[in-house]
């Protein structure tokens, strides 16, 4: 089992809709999430982190957490043909004192006008 | 502001050569990273530096070494590149490496082929 597993994708979604991105982790230990996009062929770009279970909203970005079931999701409202992108999950451990950020293959969006 | 700058932005070598990345960041940050990107795997580390003047292995460092230059710069260094070393090269930096919520920022990327 990966330790952080998103669906690949492609998803598509028609603009205007809610996209939403799933990535489960398997550390229950694990204690932020980060979010990040990627366009093709540019670096990741951090969206948004959370750590506490529960919403956390930044404009039409929503991420979602819930510990108990090892997952988190991003929701991205009214979708935009620019949020065609490939958007990174990523969870950080901190264990021992050692700290390990590891991140998911990512999910490949498609938003369709 | 410049963020993270990374040189070369392309670079082909044949088996056997060796060459640095340089990186360089401007934000004042005390951790910085090297990542490969692979079709398939992710974003995997290959060694970081938590501060200046330290650095430690990350999941893949066979083949590489690292030097922090100094707080700004963090090179990757392969001696006998290896077709198996054909990636993306990302370098990162972020505020510190013990705040769990410390986010990275990525700098451009290398594109490396190996022939």
């Known amino acids: 089992q990966k330790e952080v597993e998103q669906n690949s994708g492609p998803l598509s979604v028609p603009e205007g809709a809610i996209a939403s991105l799933n990535c489960t982790y398997s550390d229950r230990g694990s204690q932020s999430f980060f979010w990040y996009r990627q366009y093709s062929g540019k670096s990741p770009e951090l969206i948004m982190f959370?750590?506490?279970?529960g919403d956390k909203e930044d404009g039409r970005f929503t991420a979602q957490l819930n510990k108990a079931s090892q997952y988190v999701s991003l929701l991205i409202r009214d979708s935009q043909p620019s949020d065609s992108a490939t958007y990174l999950c990523?969870?950080?451990?901190?264990?021992?004192?050692?700290?390990?950020?590891?991140f998911g293959t990512g999910t490949r969006l498609t938003i369709i006008p | 502001n410049a963020g993270v700058t990374q040189t070369p932005k392309f670079q082909v070598l044949k088996t056997g050569q060796s060459m640095t990345l340089q990186c360089a960041q401007d934000m004042n940050h005390n951790s910085m990273y090297w990542y490969r990107q692979d079709p398939g795997m992710g974003l995997r580390l290959i060694y970081y530096?938590?501060?200046?003047?330290?650095?430690d292995k990350g999941e893949v460092p066979n083949g590489y070494n690292v030097s922090r230059l100094n707080k700004r710069e963090f090179s990757l260094r392969l001696e006998s590149a290896a077709p198996s070393q054909t990636s993306v090269y990302f370098c990162?930096?972020?505020?510190?490496?013990?705040?769990?919520?410390?986010?990275?920022?990525f700098g451009n990327g290398t594109r490396l082929t190996v022939t």
């Open positions: 990162a930096s972020s505020a510190s490496r013990g705040s769990y919520n410390s986010p990275l920022h």
């Open positions: 959370i750590y506490s279970n």
């Open positions: 990523a969870v950080n451990t901190i264990d021992f004192g050692n700290e390990k950020l590891t």
């Open positions: 530096s938590a501060s200046e003047g330290t650095t």
